[in-house]
RNA sequence: GUGGGCAUAGCUUAGUUGGUUAAAGCACCUGAUUGUGGUUCAGGAGAUCGCGGAUUCGAGUUCCGUUGCCCACCCCA
């Protein structure tokens, strides 16, 4: 017996019956993307190993232990802002216009072990909108609610927005010293990986949620002391203006993002009916990563949402239905076939979606066939049409049927 | 990387304290007199019970190993 092939792990075909839900979501993305006026851009699967840990930082766990790599050199994106910004400094694009946005729906890979909500290859859609001088608490609100309502376009309506600041690099500075300070301390009461993180990413022991971490967390006062007086109005108009826009958030001071990336505005948005990956989507401002990689001094802001995690989360109410051929051509017997695989053609030189079945079977079957494929019309050939020079046509809806001329069948169908 | 659970037809599952030809629903195919679907009825095909080994007169059912999947930790979309 041969070896039977699986999809690797960690990965999934999506069949064709499931296709309609993923063309709706998809649809629904462009149209809103299209209403904020982002344009779309595809970069490849593959890039430099080192833009990823130069844009994510050594020390993130993406970068640690995530990544897929080809080779040495290269390895599949684990997600799709280091691309974007590579290909925006590539192709000088802060030359051609002030404000670049532009988004993405692709397929992203890591190497984790999958679990519900969790691929190696999943898929995203995002948003990068790139630009010198562009830093503005509007545009922030705007990414944000852009997210939002995408997740609501979708039907989605009990997931949770979370929103912090960290403020500018030199307040990120501050707040890591903070956090130093604050941790000290308590330091061996943490965790193993929270003792790590106090050396490589201190910010990233507020989100840990072994309990004994959390209870040292809570017991700190943290606030945002550490922000400037700039950072600490630029975050008030971020909130103003996201409640101008009528979107409703709760302010989260632990929230911080495991790439290094972030400055200023974050944001997450979770779902809790998806258990433990609970994460729709997020982002942040970024107004750094353009010049740390070879880039010019320009502000930029990103989000990205799970297109697995919105299908779990979706109400499973709907039914969405494929394409259906519109006209099924049955040969009454073996020498109509000819004429009836030449009608097919005819049709479809048309633009009439058909098709037919390769073996002339009974009737009955040919009519289940038709039924099947869900055909509005089933066209009819046998000895008395062709004899008459016509084709019975079949309502399927209505159960009527009539012979018709060729050419005004094709203008029934049509 | 660390735990735990599961593994029977295409799918969802049943399978009594180990005992003859492994069961059902859905899906699939064929037929119900002459060239006609969806409902109904009748019939059919489809499973070496994930794989390997052990115990036993006998294993889908017990034990060990292995692989896969799922869930959780971790991390994140």
Aim: glycine share 8%; aromatic share 8%; charged share 25%.
């Amino acid at each position: 017996m041969s070896k039977k092939f699986l999809v690797p792990r960690g990965t999934n075909d999506i069949l064709p019956l499931e296709i309609p839900l993923w063309q709706h979501v998809e649809a629904k993305a462009r149209d809103i993307l299209k209403n904020y006026n982002y344009k779309e851009i595809r970069t490849p699967f593959f890039e430099e190993t080192e833009l990823f840990v130069r844009s994510m930082g050594q020390t993130s766990d993406v970068v640690q232990k995530q990544m897929l790599n080809l080779g040495s050199d290269l390895s599949l994106r684990p997600e799709n802002t280091a691309s974007v910004v590579r290909a925006y400094i590539q192709h000088s694009l802060d030359r051609k216009e002030n404000l670049s946005k532009l988004f993405y729906i692709g397929p992203m890979f890591r190497g984790e072990r999958p679990q519900k909500g969790r691929l190696r290859q999943f898929h995203q859609m995002g948003g990068e909108a790139i630009g010198p001088g562009t830093c503005s608490p509007y545009l922030d609100a705007e990414v944000i609610a852009l997210s939002v309502n995408m997740l609501k376009s979708f039907g989605l309506n009990n997931f949770q927005l979370k929103i912090n600041t960290l403020g500018s690099p030199e307040d990120k500075e501050n707040f890591s010293g903070m956090l130093r300070k604050m941790f000290k301390s308590p330091l061996e009461g943490l965790c193993e990986d929270c003792q790590k993180r106090y050396e490589r990413n201190v910010f990233r022991i507020l989100d840990c949620k072994n309990k004994d971490c959390r209870a040292i967390v809570n017991a700190q006062k943290i606030d945002h002391s550490y922000l400037s007086d700039e950072s600490h109005a630029y975050y008030a108009k971020v909130k103003e203006a996201l409640e101008s826009l009528g979107i409703a958030y709760e302010e989260s001071l632990n929230l911080v993002r495991g790439l290094d990336y972030y400055t200023h505005t974050v944001f997450e948005i979770s779902d809790a009916s998806l258990g433990s990956q609970d994460a729709l989507g997020a982002g942040g401002r970024y107004n750094d990563l353009v010049p740390q990689l070879g880039g010019p001094q320009v502000d930029a802001i990103g989000f990205a949402l799970g297109v697995e995690r919105i299908l779990l989360a979706m109400p499973q109410d709907k039914e969405f239905v494929g394409q259906t051929p519109t006209v099924f051509v049955i040969a009454l017997d073996e020498t109509a076939f000819a004429e009836a695989f030449s009608l097919v053609n005819t049709l479809r030189q048309e633009g009439v979606p058909s098709d037919i079945n390769y073996k002339v079977s009974s009737v009955k079957s040919q009519m289940r066939s038709a039924n099947k494929s869900g055909a509005r019309y089933v066209a009819l050939l046998g000895e008395d049409e062709l004899k008459n020079n016509v084709v019975t046509v079949k309502d399927m809806e209505t159960g009527n049927q009539e012979q018709l001329e060729l050419t005004k069948l094709i203008g029934k169908v049509k």
